[in-house]
């Protein structure tokens, strides 16, 4: 049963002293102090469609042009923000965990880059990068952060408007192969890239304390770690402004936002 109350901040500063592999998973509310709309939140919609109705590859089959308006939109969102106090506190425990010999690993649901921004190198995208694009012909794989992408997204992808269909030639093409780009992103209803399942796997199967940070823990495969872990007795501590199906599974549940609270567990002089 999860704890009550955050005054067990102090056991959980000690446990996590003692803890010599700590993996972190982050969703959508780790990124909201830094003005990114989550998904489930009020910021989930976009135009009259919703986040997940457009992160799908039948979407994009179905009309690549506002797919890519979309994502377009988000990157021009994104690339306006700064990581918050919760992606540096985690930067910043990876170093000091590093300097003592112990891991430190965060895997992240989001496609925002922020902690990439803050420093974090022990890091797992598992769903992709907003800034990252692949080929649906070659495959072939690049980071891409202009702004805009190309030419035909230029002031494009607004919430509020509903410009012509952009035709497909002048959507971002393959400088290899000429083929039309997609995000490098993992879609509803596609599989996790099987290298990153096998870093995850090797993390997991390390790790000795697990903090689940800003997810509303519903979606598969990352939403079902906590209770892995849990079944193999690995202390689990949830930081969210709501509860959530990992709630129950946790040791501790610490309510308040992630940038108040990480701050609070992982600074520095964790006695
Ligand atoms: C898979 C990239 C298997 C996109 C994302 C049909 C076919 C196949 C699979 C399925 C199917 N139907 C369902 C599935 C499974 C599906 C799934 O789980 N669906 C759910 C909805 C039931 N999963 C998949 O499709 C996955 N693939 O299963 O493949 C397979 C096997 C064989 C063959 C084919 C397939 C792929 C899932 C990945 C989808 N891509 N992102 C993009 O970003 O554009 S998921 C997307 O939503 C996010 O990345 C994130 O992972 C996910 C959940 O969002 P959260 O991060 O949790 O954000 P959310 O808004 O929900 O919650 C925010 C939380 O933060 C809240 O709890 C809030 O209280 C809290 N919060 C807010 N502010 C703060 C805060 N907390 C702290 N501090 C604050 N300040
Ligand atoms: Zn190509």
């Known amino acids: 049963m999860a704890s009550t109350t955050s005054g067990k901040i102090a056991e959980f500063r000690r446990l996590l002293a003692n803890a010599r592999s700590v993996l972190v998973l982050t969703g959508a509310g780790v990124s909201a102090e830094s003005g990114v709309p989550t998904f489930r939140g009020s910021g989930g919609l976009w135009r009259q469609y919703r986040a997940t109705d457009l992160a ?52 992240t649901q989001n496609v925002d880059g922020l902690h990439r921004k803050a420093g974090s190198k022990n890091l797992i995208e598992m769903h992709g990068n907003l800034f990252v694009v692949r080929c649906t012909s070659c495959n072939f794989i690049e980071e891409n952060t202009s702004s805009p992408i190309c030419e035909s997204l230029r002031n494009r992808g607004l919430p509020d408007e509903n410009g012509p269909e952009i035709d497909e030639k002048d959507l971002p093409h393959c400088r290899k192969c000429r083929s039309l780009l997609r995000p490098h992103i993992v879609w509803f209803g596609e599989q996790i890239w099987n290298d ?27 939403a079902g770690y906590a209770s892995l872990l849990s079944e193999r007795s690995i202390l689990v501590a949830e930081i969210n402004i709501e509860t959530t199906p990992s709630t129950s599974i946790a040791n501790y549940h610490f309510h ?15 006695n």
């Open 56 to 107: 799908t590859l039948t979407a994009f089959n179905r009309s690549p042009s506002l797919v890519w308006e979309f994502y377009h939109y988000r990157r021009e969102v994104v690339r306006t923000k700064q990581p918050n106090k919760a992606h540096i506190a985690l930067a910043e425990a990876e170093k000091r965990f590093e300097k003592e010999g112990k891991r430190f690993n965060v895997i």
């Open 196 to 222: 990153v399942l096998e870093k995850i796997e090797k993390e997991i199967q390390l790790c000795d304390l697990f903090l689940v940070v800003g997810t509303s823990s519903v979606v598969y495969p990352a």
């Open 256 to 270: 308040g936002p992630a940038a108040q609270i990480l701050p609070q567990l992982l600074s520095t002089n964790v």
